[in-house]
């Protein structure tokens, strides 16, 4: 009995022991950021005399806007949702016009050949250089910046998609077609499933893209809240420190999307289905 309770501990202790060098590893990455964000605060303040924002400082800052301090004479929640909720809907708008874009030009020939071209074309315009564009067409304000954000996301979302079903295992469609399956199932139950890993990497691109657009946007053509809008402002102001916490939150809005929402998705579909990407390619 004193052996049995012994190598239990001792493999307690080891468990424990391997979940913590597997914290230490994934918090690795962000300690060294961090590490490098004070050093280039001291460096800035000794070089060239001017407060540089520290990762403590920046953590207070935040802490008082979260507490009800005011941004730009508004609340931080307020800046916040106006950002999330430009770009859910420009995202949102952009994944499902692209992926009924790359679907029926993936899978329907003669589409392919007119609009394809058109999509890898457009596909590596930058987002800022839709500014212009949409300023002109819809002005300052909501609906241009949520345009913005629609045409940075569409374009890769689009041709991932095509390319995902136009890239389906032909051995798939083959053995489907003789088991009797027909056009619509065949898209709906063969070549979507297959094609998804591709679509997945197309909404991650788009998605990124949609982000960053927003706050490029919101700094020329938003009025009054955001993001993107209170970074831009605060020069006039010099309060760096809370330019900072809207960089922080936009980097930490990204990696909450990249880590929960995508991966929660992979795990309900891909794994489940036993699709991988090697295997759809």
């Known amino acids: 009995m004193g052996n049995m309770f012994w190598m239990e ?15 230490v590893q994934k918090m690795l990455p962000f300690l060294a950021l ?23 400082e920046t953590l207070l800052h935040f802490c008082r806007l979260l507490a009800g301090s005011p941004l730009l004479g508004s609340s931080i929640y307020l800046h916040l949702g106006s950002s999330l909720g430009r770009w859910l809907l420009g995202f949102a708008l952009a994944a499902i016009v692209g992926m009924g874009i790359g ?42 910046t949520v345009c913005i954000i629609f045409l940075a996301a569409l ?20 053995a ?60 006039w102001s010099l309060d760096y420190t809370s330019a900072f916490v809207c960089i922080s939150l936009i980097a930490l809005i990204g990696l909450l999307a990249e880590r929960f929402v995508f991966s929660f998705i992979e795990n309900r579909t891909i794994k489940t289905w036993g699709i991988t990407i090697r295997e759809a390619n």
Request: proline share 7%.
């Open 34 to 56: 961090l590490a490098a964000w004070q050093g280039l605060a001291l460096v800035v303040l000794i070089g060239r005399g001017i407060p540089f924002p520290t990762p403590l």
């Open 9 to 23: 501990r001792s493999l307690c202790a080891d468990s424990l022991e391997g979940k913590f060098r597997i914290l």
């Open 176 to 235: 489907a077609r003789m088991l009797g399956a027909k056009n619509r199932r065949l898209l709906c139950q063969v070549a979507l499933p297959a094609a998804l890993p591709q679509i997945l990497s197309g909404l991650r691109i788009g998605l990124a893209n949609g982000w960053r657009a927003l706050i490029a946007a919101e700094m020329v053509a938003a009025t009054g809240n955001g993001l993107g809008y209170a970074i831009y402002q605060s020069r």
């Open 103 to 144: 679907v029926l030009t993936g899978w329907i020939q003669g589409l392919d050949f007119l609009f394809t071209p058109l999509l890898v074309l457009l596909q590596p315009v930058p987002s800022l250089a839709w500014i212009p564009v949409a300023i002109l067409l819809l002005g300052l304000g909501y609906t241009s």
């Open 155 to 174: 374009f890769p979302i689009a041709v991932n998609t095509n390319s995902g079903i136009k890239n389906v295992n032909p051995i798939y469609i083959r």
